[in-house]
């Protein structure tokens, strides 16, 4: 739950957001880059309600994640399709954002492709959840665009738990019990 900012010169950017890493900066560094850097952390370490999106088409789903993992820290919206989904990511600043890839408007890697082209949103995290196999390739493709990919399983609710509450910045005291 505490925001790590990464300042260095290797070009390592996926990899330390991969990790749970608030952002990530190149040296050289400015004083007023490092003063934005520092009014973001402090504006995001401020107690407030973590904003998580759940794109999923199917209700029953939907409801079973706003069930793991909502809670009094996180106030979850849900979308069924992808242009829904980017409409609320432009729209409004999500923390964290559960993507299914099987939507019936666009795949989901259409709707990863949006989201790295945008600027605003690009920094996103986005958790891959989903039940459908995946080929060497599309799960390479995904670990480029996504943060995390969790397979539907038998351990897969605590996995969906663990990666959402990493890139919520959650505290683990506060979270529910299960």
Known sequence: HIPVQILTVEEERQYG?????????????????????????KTFSAPRMR????????????????ELIGHEDVEITSAG?????????RERTFDCVVLDLRLPDISGFELLTEVQQDPKLRDTPIVVFTGRELSEDE??????????????????????LDETALFL???IADMPVS
């Open 169 to 171: 910045h959650r505290v």
């Open 81 to 89: 399709t992808g242009a829904e989904a980017l409409r609320l990511m």
């Open 139 to 160: 799960e390479a493709e995904l670990r480029k665009k996504a943060k995390s990919i969790v397979l539907k399983g038998v351990r897969s609710p605590e996995r969906l």
């Open 51 to 66: 904003q998580l999106l759940v794109v999923e088409d199917d209700p029953a789903e939907q409801l079973s994640i706003g």
């Open 17 to 41: 957001l991969e990790r749970g890493a608030f952002s990530f900066m190149n040296k050289p560094l400015t004083t007023d880059g490092l003063e934005v850097a520092f009014d973001r952390i």
